[in-house]
């Protein structure tokens, strides 16, 4: 004699039935999910843009101080600098007069329209970034650029070639604001540690959404009708 146990249609129909989310549910998990990776690659684009690509490239990160050249580049934005000198990091510049410095400045390829970043006075090292508006090419070869803030009324003092510095690449809007803050009054280690900071938020967020829908649906589960385990006569059949 041989026996077999079926199950009974209830019971099918609970083993089969697959775990679902309510509509509400699926669409705020989507939308926590999105905005924590959002936020994640978000930090790790500007990292790549403020840190990596002008390290990796020998390019200068540099805060705007003034709204010279608002509305392209306000206060606060961060304009990436490609150095037009060709030096080493032992290369005092102090050191060098007007013609040598002439000699290593690649400012050939500036053009009107180009923005640049200039060194007023050889005894300080601020710069001021501005665009040119004309360019003169002299017989001994130098040049001599006037340049102007998108801002301002007024042209700037003529600007050498050996006043030239950099090349603005491109700029980031607002993270000028964390540069001033870290290259200033906070300690520089601090960008890695908000780095970190703000992926492990966004990490622990996703985690915390993730136990918060597992702990719903056992919820859920625990509200369900329970199985029943026992057996009854009409799911029994024998076979001789």
């Given amino acids: 004699m041989t026996m077999t146990v079926t199950l009974g249609p209830a019971r099918r129909r609970l083993a089969a039935r697959p775990r679902r989310r309510t509509i509400a549910t699926g669409v705020l998990y989507g939308a926590w999910r999105g905005l924590c990776f959002g936020l994640l690659l978000l930090v790790l684009a500007v990292a790549v843009l403020a840190v990596v690509i002008p390290k990796a490239t020998g390019a200068v990160p540099l ?102 510095r950099g090349k603005v690449w491109y700029h980031l809007p607002w993270i000028g604001y964390a540069n001033t803050w870290l290259n200033g009054n906070g300690p520089r280690h601090m960008a890695f540690v908000i780095s970190i900071a703000v992926v492990g938020y966004s990490w622990a967020m996703v985690l915390l959404f993730r136990a918060f829908r597992r702990r719903r649906l056992e919820r859920l589960e625990q509200k369900a009708p329970q199985r029943d385990d026992t057996y009854s006569p009409d799911r029994w059949t024998t076979a001789a």
Wanted: no cysteine.
């Fill in 63 to 164: 805060s705007i101080l003034s709204n010279s050249m608002a509305p392209s580049m306000p206060v606060g934005d961060l304009a990436v600098v490609k150095p037009t000198m060709r030096t080493d990091d032992a290369t005092d510049l102090r050191t060098l007069d007007a013609q040598a410095i002439d000699k290593i400045n690649d400012v050939d390829e500036l053009v009107i329209g180009d923005v640049i970043a200039y060194q007023p006075e050889a005894t300080d090292s601020t710069l001021i970034i501005h665009r040119i508006t004309d360019v003169t090419v002299h017989a001994d070869g130098t040049r001599t650029y006037i340049v102007k803030g998108d801002n301002n009324g007024a042209a700037d003092q003529p600007v050498e070639g050996y006043q030239v």
